[in-house]
Each structure stands twice: as structure tokens, then as C-alpha cells.
């Protein structure tokens, strides 16, 4: 009647991981996760080579440095899914130092990559914080309650053998579930999966910087000048100091002007939830909870609905994913070129920093999507002729915010009347190439950097297609 | 960003249905159910011919009047999963009119044979009270609210499309959902599904009958004297009025010596709820609510779980199903034979008179299974040298009650403990045979049916297996 098995070692071997095989995780608990540490170093020292691992998200923090150790003793050859993570993996791969290329795509690509049988997954590790004997659990309650388990549907769905590793173990049932114990062959109870009050890194909070402010305040006005800010719409906003910026001026705007929107997604924050219990949406729905504000809603609050990473953004499910229905997205860039095409995988000198998450998958679903970034950072200007590497294909992106303007993406003939609406509300609307020639009269044009000449990562657009790449790392990098 | 289509003749054009093809339904709302009539009845008009039926249980009611319609013209020529259903298709098809031979087998069995591939569905209708226009659903609120919707579940993640018909549209988004958007590709609206307080037929009622009585007493007896009711013990009981008087005489007993069960399951009705609200079980499973009380509670009871057909009992499904952890059932039978073997499909004349429903699947799993039946019915003795239709291989029975003894299966060496407890308890226990003797005496041997010589449907067991067949009417049926 119990799945319960005494260590994550036994609970390995009992799952027959061999070489070769691959095993995946999720980034629920993002910069607090304490548990993949942990999991890479019994990987590490049962001995295993040639493991292959396919991670939702990025592997960060201190779990991040066991993730390149792992590569570095040939434990780990290759990594797939959602992204690398900046303390290790990333520096370590971009060193040239894994066998084989990663393959890293979007939230939604990585269902979808699993339903293709392209990715795929011998053996999963799931981390909940709440888990009856049965493997029965949920991410709701407990020390480490992290809230929504969407990313890790996938896996529960997809992986030959799950191992559910908890530290909130019941005898008892558990409800709701969310990932029943018909996906889960064993049970691994530990003292600690993590810290969710660390879940985004710092607290969550709304820019102070002038700069942002302002990039924020033009983002709000193009969405009151778009149109779509009217009973029934629907949005997402992520937890940057931009995006929380701009909810808040929103927020303001709907219940002035008695806007009831449907449905708000995310990577959820109490922004959003706020937004929810004073009635300005009917409905949140969440793949990832990014602050303790959502994760107690979620425990409490039946139209917060956790939803799987496929209904969120997998563009091949039958039934159609949630970001298709998107009205508006607010997102951030470290790069954008003149062609609109996105850059949130490399900073300027091609370090990989970040993975693609849902960025891609948004800015595809949503009518009208929304690029913030500063026009310049450290003196290096931030509209390109071509970005570092492509996270998100120019054709996907209606608008791009700085502080020196907006520049809205005339190329697609849908934008004609948004460009003559933005125009209309007096804002400081300009060709992206206008836009850059401003930015480079600061700026100047910097001198191209030289990336290194061997392939580290495969970037794969949502539908699999490999739009770029990462390299190694060039005379330019640190 | 809607699914909704105006009319059930159009989404099954959109969905494609050709002649040949397998549309699937279930029985949720069992005598209640006013649509499935609506679906065939569309489908015979629309002058589809050779459509095979998969359902998770039998056609019931007025809709079995429709059902036989379309087997007699030809437009469905074989039915496969869970059941006939007395009013017409049965005898219809025992009367030899179906081109093909039914495939028939347990709930649990339905979705294991859908994840063979052995079973298939090229589109299923799914019932639902309450639905958004993307297809998110759930059978929680809404005018014909029935509660748990388990056996749908298996129908969205097998059929190849999905229609929802829903007398609830929501243009919100609706929480919680039971089947997301993600399985869905259309959506109609209807005037109503049906009535909930049908679902049953009539009013569930503990047994007046004082044979019955007498017997459920017995079964009782067995419970107590069997060691497993006691803190943490987990029990199935039906809805019909022996299980209920169990039930309730269990109740008293926990309510005494304080025992606290982890969870019950069914079919659930009242009798249960009321124990969970007692603190006498901590949490329900609920693959079909059968009662009005049942449908209130799981709109509010968190611990009223819903779980799909799959975690309730398919044999198959990697993480284990429930029925295996089931410490007791209480089972009925319309005969049983003396190698235990339980007849619950047809009546003593051949006649079919209901589906395996869970019977196989909960007394294969639970570690007590207990068959309560009369010793007789209308003068025919209800212990046979072999029953007229193997539903359940006596393999699975541990126990059978009838009003003048107990006989406890000692072909299981398991069962000598068993054995011995109730000669302590001071029950009255018989071979099988000595009480097949005692009722011979009263009823006579009566002269063995002969069935007609035609196969009309297969009984798979819950693995697949061919164990029995029905056949057409012979000369003692009616």
C-alpha cells in the first residue's frame, strides 16, 4: 500500500537508471530550491555516466554548481528542456566542457517535445511539498509549499519511472491532488525540498528606477491606447520590476474605469492576485507561483487554477493552450534587434543568462505583445542589427518600449491600426531603425562581438525548429 | 477563443464521424440521463451506419429505447465497455440483432483496454453540468449537477475528438477543473442533461426486507470478526439496500469503538458522506456520486476526491489503482456458484440484466470480499454448480451471505484465518456446498436453462481475457 522507500539512492536503483538514460526534474522552487543538489550528487556518486537531464527551467542557485560538477566528471553529457541557469551550468557548458549540444526550448515547447517523443524521459523527479503514501500530491501545504505543479505535469505524464520526493509526507490522502499516484512508482520523503520565500531570488517588487518607471508608464499607456483593456480580457504580466510596475498602473486604470478583466496567467505574483480578490479578473491561471502572496491564494482561493505547462503553452495540444487566447503580454528583453527579434537567452557578450520560459510561447499567443527593456545598459545600446541570439522571432512581437520611445512592429499588417492608435494617444512612437540611430547617438555603435566558433545549445522555437544557437564563450566574455 | 458550435449535428460533422467509426459516452448520470437519447438519436438521423458504441456503462432508460433503435437499423453494430442496459439494448441484442459481438468488461478494465489500443474511440461525447467555452468543465454545480466525473475521464485522454455537451456554458473561466480544455475540441450547449436525483432510479434506501436484513447482519458479523475494521481500514460499499444496511450497522460500530478508516469508495452515497463528516473516514474516493447527498458534498468537501476510472481500477496504470488497496467490499450477485464464480449480468434465465461495473475489479483487489445474495428468488436457489454468466471468477470472493448461513471461499489459502474467525465468532459457516444442499432442500434442484446457441457479447475480464459470453435467448427467457 506505500511507495515509501527509505533513500533516494534505493529509490534510483529501483528505478533501473542505467548510463545513457535521462532524467528529468522542474524548477518549481526556482532560487530556493535545496532538493537538486541533492539529487545530482547521489547521481553523481552511485556512479552513473552519460545521464542525460531535461530540467523545465534552469538549474540555479548552489544546485547549479552540483549540475556542473556533474558535467564536468562526465556525469551529465547532455542538458534539454527549459534552460541552463547562470551560477555553473551555463559557464561550465559555454567552456566547451559537455558532450553533447543542449537542446533548450520554451515552456510550452517542452510538452510538446515530449509528446513528440523527441525529448524524453527514463526517469522524473518531482518535488512536492504535500505527498500521501500513494505518491498522491500537491504543492499547497507544508514547509515548502511552493503552489502550482504545473511544469511537473509534464514530467508525471511523460517519464518511464517517477520518484516523488517530499518532505511533507502523509499517511493519510491528501487533496487536491495534483498529480495522482497513477504517474508515481515511488516515494522518497526528505527534511527539506527548499525555501519558497526564495522562489524569485529576492522579493518581488515594483522598479524604483526612473528609467523603468518611465519604460513602464509608456507600456501602460499602449495598452489603454490598444483597445484591449475591456471587460473580458485576458493577460499575462511576468514578475520583473517593469512587469509588477505596469500591473500596478493597470490596476489602477480597471478599477477606475471599471474594467472586469476574464483571466490573468503567469508565473503568478500577489500583483495579480490582488487584482483578483478586489474582482478586476474573474480567474487566474498558474503554472508557477513566484511569491509566498500566490502560493497562500492558491491554498485558499478556487479560482486561482493550477494549470499543466501544456494547457498554458503547448502549441501541438488538441484542445489548444491558454497563451492562443492571450489579449496582452508585458515582456522583457536583454536584446532586441531591428528585425524585433528577442534576445533573453545571452547578455551582450553572449553568456547565456536566463532560459526562454514562456517567453516565446506568450508573445506568440497574444494579440498584442509588449517588449520592455532599457534603450541602453552599461553604455551598450540595446537595439541591435541583430541580437546575440534569437529567443523569440521578430514576427512574434508587436511592440518595443525604451525610455527614449516605442517602436511598434509595422511589418506585421496587423499592427497598422495599433500603429495609427498609439500615434492618436500622442505617444513617442518611432521606426525601430529611428529608434536605434537615437540610442547610438549616446551609445555609439559598439564593435560586433566575436561569440567562439563551436555550438554549446541548440535554440528550438516552440514547434522544435532551431532558430540559434548558444556557442562557447568569445574573446569578449568573461 | 470559443469552442461552443451551435448545434450537436454540427460538431459531429466538424469532428468528422464516418461509418465505421466508434463514438464513446458515459454513465454518469445513469437513470437520470436525458442526452445520450439526444446524441443517437443525432447520429441515426444524420444516416451514419456500422457505428460502434463504447460506454462506460449501460444505456439506461429512455435512451435504451434509442440505443436498440439504431442497433435494429443498422446504425450501431457493435457495442464495447461497460454494460447494455436492460431497457432494450439487451434484448435487442440477445434477440441476435447486432452484427458484431459486444466486447463487455469492468470499470476498471474500460480504461485499460482504451490504453491498449484495444478499445478505441474516434470521438466521445462528453456530459458535463457546468463548462467554459474552451471546454473546461466539471459536474459540480449547475442544474444537472451528478458530481464525480471519473468515468469521462477515460473517454477525454483516449477518444481521438471530444465534443462536451454541457447545460451549464459558462463564458468565465469555471473551477475546479474535472477535464481541461486541452482534451477538447467542441462544445454544445443543450436545455438539460438530465435529473440527478434519478441517477439511482429511485431513492437509495437501507433494506426493509427482513431476508435482507438478516443477511446484512451476517455481513456485519464478518466485518467485525474479520480484523480489518480498525484505525486506518479502507472499505467499498454499493448503493444498493443490503450494502446500505451494512453501511449503516458499520457506522454504529466505528462510532463505538472509535475507529477512524482512511478512506471509502464507490459509488459513493450518502451513508458515506455522512461517515466522513463523522470523522469515521478522513477521505472519500469518487468515481460516481450516486446520490443527491454525494453531489452536494464533492461541490464542497475537499476531501470528497474525485478520481478518474483509471486510479479507481485499472489493473494496468503503472502508479497502481485504489480497488488495490482496498481492505473490504461489499459485493452482490444476481447467482454465484460453487467455485465461487459471481454472476452480476444476467438473471437465472440468461436474460442480461446489468454491467460487471466495478464488481471484478474491487473483489480482485480488496484483501475481504464479502457477496451478499439471497439464498433464493422466486424459488430458484441462487447457488448453483455453475453460474449462467462468469462476471467475476470465484478466485476473486472471499466470502457469500445468504439469509441461512456463510460459506467462506477455503479454495484461497488465505482464507483458513478467515475461517476460523468466524467459527470464533460463533457464526454460522458452512461449505458451500452444504449450503447449496440446505437451499436444495427448500427450492429443489431446478432443470439447468439452455441458453440460445448464438454468442452475442464477449465478458472480458479487467486484464482482457475472454472468462464468459452472453448468448441469445433460449427458450426459459422472457
Redesign the interface.
Known amino acids: 500500500?506505500s511507495?515509501v522507500v527509505k533513500s533516494l539512492q534505493d529509490a534510483v536503483k529501483l528505478c533501473g537508471l542505467q548510463d545513457g538514460m535521462t532524467v528529468s526534474i522542474t524548477h518549481n522552487l526556482r532560487l530556493g530550491d535545496q532538493i537538486t543538489g541533492e539529487v545530482l550528487r547521489t547521481i553523481h556518486d552511485m556512479g552513473f555516466h552519460d545521464i542525460r537531464l531535461n530540467s523545465s527551467g534552469g538549474v540555479m542557485g548552489e544546485n547549479g554548481r552540483y549540475a556542473a560538477k556533474c558535467i564536468e566528471d562526465g556525469v551529465i553529457t547532455r542538458i534539454d528542456g527549459g534552460g541552463l541557469g547562470k551560477t555553473g551550468v551555463a559557464n561550465t557548458i559555454q567552456r566547451g566542457n559537455m558532450k553533447h549540444i543542449a537542446r533548450l526550448t520554451t515552456h510550452g515547447g517542452r510538452p510538446k517535445l515530449f509528446a513528440d517523443g523527441f525529448y524524453e524521459s527514463d526517469l522524473a523527479f518531482i518535488y512536492a511539498p504535500c505527498c500521501d503514501k500513494?505518491?498522491n500530491c500537491n504543492g499547497r501545504t507544508g514547509n515548502s509549499a511552493f503552489g502550482s505543479m504545473g511544469y511537473a505535469m509534464t514530467d508525471a505524464r511523460h517519464a518511464k519511472k517517477?520518484i516523488v520526493i517530499t518532505d511533507g509526507l502523509s499517511?493519510?490522502?491528501i487533496?487536491?491532488?495534483s498529480i495522482?499516484?497513477?504517474?508515481?512508482?515511488y516515494v522518497v520523503e526528505v527534511e527539506n525540498l527548499g525555501d519558497p520565500q526564495k522562489i524569485a531570488g529576492a522579493a518581488l517588487r515594483i522598479t524604483r528606477d526612473p528609467i523603468s518607471l518611465l519604460i513602464s508608464e509608456y507600456a501602460q499607456k499602449i495598452l489603454e491606447a490598444s483597445g484591449y483593456i475591456k471587460d473580458?480580457f485576458t493577460m499575462q504580466a511576468g514578475s520583473g520590476g517593469i512587469s509588477l510596475a505596469v500591473t500596478s498602473m493597470l490596476k489602477e486604470y480597471m478599477a477606475k474605469h471599471q474594467v472586469c478583466g476574464?483571466?490573468g496567467m503567469g508565473g503568478i505574483t500577489t500583483a495579480f492576485i490582488e487584482m483578483m480578490h478586489q474582482g478586476l479578473f474573474?480567474?487566474l491561471?498558474d503554472v508557477q507561483c513566484f511569491d509566498t502572496g500566490a502560493i497562500e491564494s492558491m491554498a485558499k482561493d478556487?479560482?486561482h487554477?493550477e494549470?499543466?505547462a501544456?494547457?498554458y503553452a503547448?502549441p501541438d495540444?488538441?484542445?489548444?493552450?491558454?497563451v492562443n487566447?492571450l489579449d496582452t503580454v508585458i515582456l522583457s528583453a536583454t536584446e532586441i534587434d531591428v528585425n524585433f527579434n528577442v534576445n533573453v537567452h545571452t547578455d551582450s557578450l553572449g553568456n547565456c543568462i536566463a532560459g526562454a520560459g514562456g517567453h516565446g510561447d506568450t508573445a506568440q499567443g497574444a494579440k498584442l505583445s509588449i517588449v520592455c527593456a532599457p534603450a541602453y545598459r552599461s553604455r551598450l545600446p540595446m537595439i541591435l542589427d541583430r541580437v546575440t541570439c534569437i529567443s523569440t522571432p521578430g514576427e512574434n512581437i508587436d511592440v518595443f518600449v525604451c525610455q527614449l520611445g516605442i517602436a511598434v512592429n509595422t511589418a506585421l499588417a496587423k499592427n497598422a491600426d495599433l500603429f495609427l492608435r498609439l500615434k492618436d494617444a500622442k505617444l513617442p512612437v518611432y521606426d525601430i531603425h529611428e529608434l536605434q540611430f537615437m540610442i547610438e547617438k549616446k551609445t555609439g555603435k559598439p564593435k560586433p562581438i566575436v561569440l567562439g566558433n563551436k555550438v554549446v545549445a541548440d535554440i528550438l522555437w516552440r514547434d522544435g525548429t532551431v532558430i540559434d544557437h548558444l556557442y562557447t564563450l568569445g574573446d569578449y566574455s568573461f
Open positions: 500500500m511507495k500513494r505518491g517517477v499517511e493519510a490522502p487533496w487536491p491532488i495522482d499516484q497513477t504517474y508515481v512508482d473580458g476574464e483571466w474573474k480567474a491561471y478556487p479560482n487554477i494549470i499543466s501544456s494547457m503547448n495540444i488538441p484542445g489548444g493552450c491558454l487566447d
